[in-house]
């Protein structure tokens, strides 16, 4: 699974065993799903990870597995959005029903917007 299919050595350190036939080593592997291959995360021989799902692979540098994640937009939950609304209006508890829903929109207006511009996180990442 080289990019331009040349074979590279992997690093001392990266537990692959270069003596397999493949060139992947497997590092997760979800539980077998009837009539489909299971869900798998594996490293290519360059370092690469991989996602496997339904049948089809996808494999990339690390760090662009990691900018897609910090770009990519989510969609709160119901729950998160009702503890933002709360956060931003300690009344929202008691508006009426069109009221929350139009704070609700224009949370989520405001998320988009965030997100456009590059600043909406997705909220599983962690800082070191």
């Known amino acids: 699974m ?4 040349e074979q590279l050595e992997p690093a001392a350190s990266s537990g692959i065993d270069p003596s397999k036939p ?3 080593q497997e ?3 979800g539980p077998e799903i009837s009539g489909d291959y299971p869900d798998s995360l ?3 021989r360059e370092g690469w990870l991989g996602i496997a799902c339904g049948g089809s692979a996808h494999v990339r540098p ?3 597995w990691h900018r897609m994640a910090e770009r990519a937009e989510f969609e709160p939950t119901a729950a998160q959005m009702r503890s933002a609304c709360l956060s931003y209006r300690h009344d929202y508890g008691s508006l009426d ?3 929350r829903d139009a704070l609700q929109f224009e949370a989520r207006e405001w998320l988009r917007a965030w997100q456009k511009d590059g600043l909406g996180a997705a909220p599983a990442s962690h800082e070191r």
């Open 2 to 5: 080289t990019q331009n299919n």
């Open 22 to 24: 493949h060139y992947d």
């Open 27 to 29: 590092i997760w592997c």
């Open 42 to 44: 594996f490293i290519t």
């Open 62 to 64: 690390i760090r662009d």
């Open 97 to 99: 029903h069109a009221a």
